[in-house]
């Protein structure tokens, strides 16, 4: 089975700091991007930061300078380290993969897969 598993989350003050990390496995051929959303209580789910298999990383404005996405190719993990959070950062973030796989005896070159999610929450 493809999938990917998130770990990581949990309470922090503001200021801190928490590491996400994200493995993909199962029959995967290769992976076109993976990264993260978050979707916070009341509000639609937003792509946090993303990153390709070139290493090129893009990320929303609101954690520009303090979020820092990166990956292992070999072990097909990423990994999302936040920095000085803020209440606002409050959500459940979900890792995402975009991957070429074979389930069921079919490639599929563009599936999709998405984490459970985990809870990241800012309060002192």
């Known amino acids: 089975q493809v999938q990917v598993v998130e770990s990581g989350g949990g309470l922090v003050q503001p200021g801190g700091s928490l590491r996400l990390s994200c493995a993909a496995s199962?029959?995967?051929?290769?992976?076109?991007?993976m990264g993260w959303y978050r979707q916070a209580p009341g509000k639609e789910r937003e792509l946090v930061a993303r990153?390709?298999?070139?290493?090129?990383?893009i990320y929303t404005d609101s954690v520009k300078g303090r979020f820092t996405v990166s990956r292992d190719g070999a072990k097909n993990t990423v990994y999302l380290q936040m920095n000085s959070l803020k209440h606002e950062d409050t959500a459940v973030y979900y890792c995402?993969?975009?991957?070429?796989?074979?389930?069921?005896?079919?490639?599929?070159?563009?599936?999709?897969?998405w984490g459970q999610g985990t809870l990241v929450t800012v309060s002192s």
């Open positions: 995402n993969a975009n991957v070429a796989a074979v389930e069921h005896d079919i490639l599929d070159r563009y599936l999709e897969l």
């Open positions: 990153i390709t298999t070139d290493g090129s990383p």
């Open positions: 199962g029959s995967i051929l290769s992976i076109n991007h």
